[in-house]
């Protein structure tokens, strides 16, 4: 765990998961829960001298954390904390087990009914390393590297795996530790654990089946295997009398207690044995989960939280509160989840979007506290050449930030620098095949905003493969500490496979008419399923940072070359671009440099800058004719790919038609949408407008040559002209070629001969007569 967000559910967060913003400029850790309380642990993004980790505590439906200076008595990093009713363990990364608090039963282990005020080791096991510590109500368990369990404390029912029912000091457990335990997990009066070799294995109390047996039986010292759960155990939970065991393959089990729903098998039957919750089967993958005393959290692969059982809730209150969760169309018990219900994580501002993914969530009976690693979720722009020198913004979630409005009320020029200055930004560009890895300085500019360089990747094994005409993608991972821990790799770039099938036209169903009900039905449901896949695809390539070769010589011409000034005209600017790059963030500038003579000096009185001179008492006359005819402007319009290949589409942008003859125009092509390559296109607009025909009437049975007498004309290699017929003729428009006069300026084009049309349109008639 590092840096990152910290959320809480609790009685008093209206059934989601919310931040807690005094995490957010630290780093996070250790997350602890059980029984009634749950812990933080954090430290400085930036360790100094005299830094130090403080441990904040969340207790009952409290959503305030309150911090415990008890803790600075540990010497050592921490690496566990296991919470027991009136005790806590602590356990560092050398392997030292820390007690606290009151010796019932003698719980916290320093022998006899001495109660341990501070956090002291525990003697009995100073010399033994340990690895994992778990704690009940009035019990522990601990187990070292070379797999040894030691237990004490209470073991009324057998919790401890010795035969004894109290152990003051932690006493070797013969009966647990040739199990060889990987993780242990307390209940109220049962232990549920994994082995190394994958197996579940439980011991305690069975009144409420809670052992996963098959049936009720008397409490035993002694572990017993589960044979029932038909794959290998990933990580098992106990909760107050219920258990929860997920397997390798994604599927989760539960058995015990379920006065709540808890165990999410969409009722609230007791369970004596193992049982798959179907609800997750071909829905959701579960790496963990964890039980508390009414209720069970599951995490997914897909980073979510789903809960079932009780929804924790004001203690105060005494009926679910309207906020509480309910499943669609199910009548499940007030303020109850009998099924696993996804857990919303709060926006963090109104309509926003949540971008984080929980990757770790621990339960206590009031609460989930849920930790979202910092990850990035989005790169703009998402595409760079391999030559290097872009500016790229790589938005990460849970970044430290200090924002401006505090600086400015925290003090003067004598404050220390924001918190993000001070922090060693780095970015790892990282590829497999082909291959690439590559460190570069980053910056915090903003919130979840990282700012770098692109670095040059030209004589990489990835520079190789991009620089003969394809784009590679490219994870981004972003460390604040300097490099020692870094974001994990976003989901998968998508495949070529992929990116080729949403340009590919769907097949159509055979034994479909063309017109007909069910091809109309299905080409819409297959318009939307592209729709839909280019979507998700879209997504998923902006969490990466994909590397190509830039044409060199940019684009090469644009066909048309001209548009009206009205816009609406496609456009194609032609350019030799890689394969399979994304579109994101296409952009084409129309460029207008404005003119400084056009050589008519009553049009040019009626130029936008020559009007605001006009209104200058005593203008200077040599700035004023040095002045051009208008300011410059630039239009940026959103382009797409060419199905074809051939360039980049777009559509002309409308233009003030008494300003056109005061510019020079040219359009400019951006794959990145910040910089533009090297060649600017030239451009026209024109405002054509038709002042008459000659001649304006001819025979129907007979071709006649006519003359378009017109204004606006610009040079241009494409000349048609549309006939269009009057609507209760039902006549299609039709496009003819035309001929531009460049001496006369005129326009000329055949109108070809209509007696076919005239005489089908009368037998038409007759007929209808």
């Not at 059980?34 to 812990?39: E, I, M, N, V």
């Not at 009952?60 to 005790?87: L, M, N, T």
């Not at 004001?314 to 499940?332: I, L, W």
Request: hydrophobic share 40%; proline share 9%.
């Amino acid at each position: 765990i590092s840096s990152g967000e910290v959320f809480l559910l609790s009685g008093e967060t209206g059934g989601e998961l919310r931040l807690q913003p005094c995490f957010l400029n630290k780093n996070v850790r250790v997350l602890a829960a059980g029984l009634d309380r749950a812990y933080v642990t954090c430290e400085p993004p930036v360790q100094k001298e005299g830094s130090r980790v403080s441990v904040w505590k969340f207790q009952g439906a409290s959503q305030e954390p309150v911090e415990c200076p008890e803790f600075e008595a540990v010497e050592g990093r921490i690496r566990e904390i296991a919470v027991g009713d009136k005790h806590l363990l602590v356990l560092t990364h050398e392997g030292t087990v820390y007690s606290r608090g009151t010796a019932a039963y003698g719980c916290v282990g320093h022998g006899g009914a001495r109660d341990a005020p501070e956090f002291q080791p525990v003697p009995a096991l100073r010399g033994k390393k340990v690895q994992l510590v778990a704690a009940g109500p009035c019990y522990s368990v601990a187990v070292t590297h070379d797999g040894d369990v030691y237990s004490w404390g209470q073991a009324f029912q057998g919790e401890t795996g010795l035969f004894s029912c109290v152990e003051a000091v932690p006493r070797f457990a013969p009966a647990v530790t040739p199990f060889k335990i990987a993780q242990v997990s307390c209940g109220h009066g049962h232990v549920i654990a994994r082995t190394e070799g994958q197996q579940c294995i439980a011991w305690g109390e069975n009144t409420c089946g809670q052992l996963g047996l098959g049936h009720k039986s008397k409490p035993t010292y002694k572990p017993q295997v589960l044979d029932s759960i038909p794959s290998q155990i990933l990580g098992v939970s106990a909760g107050w009398a219920h258990s929860v065991a997920v397997g390798t393959d994604g599927r989760a089990y539960a058995w015990g207690l379920n006065s709540h729903g808890q165990l999410g098998l969409g009722d609230t039957a007791t369970r004596m044995a193992p049982h798959l919750l179907h609800e997750f089967v071909n829905k959701h993958e579960v790496e963990s989960a964890q039980a508390a005393r009414t209720f069970t959290v599951f995490r997914t692969s897909g980073r979510l939280a789903l809960l079932s059982g009780q929804v924790p809730c004001s203690p105060n209150s005494k009926v679910a509160p309207e906020f509480v969760p309910r499943r669609p169309g199910e009548k499940d018990p007030p303020g109850c989840l009998l099924a696993p219900m996804p857990i919303t994580l709060a926006a963090p501002a109104p309509n926003g979007t949540n971008h984080s993914e929980l990757t770790n969530v621990v339960a206590f009976d009031r609460g989930v506290l849920a930790f979202a690693t910092s990850t990035v979720y989005r790169v703009a722009p998402n595409l760079a050449p391999s030559t290097g020198g872009t500016v790229v913004r790589a938005f990460v979630t849970g970044l430290p930030f200090e924002p401006p409005a505090r600086r400015n009320q925290s003090g003067g020029d004598g404050a220390p620098p924001p918190i993000q200055d001070t922090i060693p930004v780095k970015v790892r560009l990282r590829s497999t095949a082909p291959n690439l890895d590559m460190v570069v300085p980053g910056k915090i500019v903003g919130v979840d905003t990282v700012e770098f360089v692109t670095p040059k990747v030209s004589q990489s094994p990835l520079g190789a493969v991009v620089d003969q005409g394809t784009t590679s993608a490219v994870q981004l991972r972003v460390s604040v500490d300097g490099g020692f821990s870094w974001t994990p790799d976003r989901h998968s770039a998508p495949t070529a496979h992929e990116l080729d099938q949403t340009m590919r036209a769907p097949a159509k169903p055979a034994g479909a008419k063309k017109g007909s009900l069910q091809s109309g039905l299905q080409g819409f449901k297959d318009d939307q399923h592209l729709a839909r896949q280019a979507r998700h695809l879209s997504t998923r390539g902006s969490m990466v940072l994909w590397i190509t070769r830039w044409p060199a010589d940019g684009p090469t011409h644009v066909e048309p070359s001209c548009a009206p000034v009205g816009g609406g005209a496609e456009l194609l600017v032609h350019a030799d671009l890689p394969s399979r790059m994304p579109a994101d963030s296409l952009i084409v500038r129309f460029k207008c440099t404005p003119r400084h003579s056009i050589g008519d000096a009553d049009l040019e009185g009626t130029a936008p800058l020559r009007r605001d001179v006009g209104e200058v008492v005593n203008p200077c006359r040599d700035a004023v004719a040095a002045l051009p005819l208008a300011t410059p402007l630039e239009v940026p319009v959103v382009g797409w790919l060419d199905p074809g290949g051939r360039g980049v589409c777009c559509v002309s942008p409308p233009f003030v038609a008494e300003h056109v003859p005061f510019y020079d125009y040219s359009v400019e092509l951006s794959l990145d949408g910040n910089a533009f390559l090297a060649r600017a296109l030239p451009f026209a607009v024109f405002d054509l407008r038709v002042t008459a025909l000659e001649p304006n009437v001819g025979p129907l049975t007979a071709c006649t040559e006519v003359r378009v007498k017109c204004t606006g004309s610009v040079p241009s290699d494409i000349q048609r002209v549309r006939l269009d017929f009057p609507k209760d003729l039902q006549w299609p428009s039709r496009l003819l070629a035309a001929r531009l006069d460049h001496t006369t300026g005129e326009i000329s084009f055949e109108m070809p001969d209509l007696a076919a049309e005239v005489r089908q349109r009368t037998d038409e008639q007759r007929a209808a007569a």
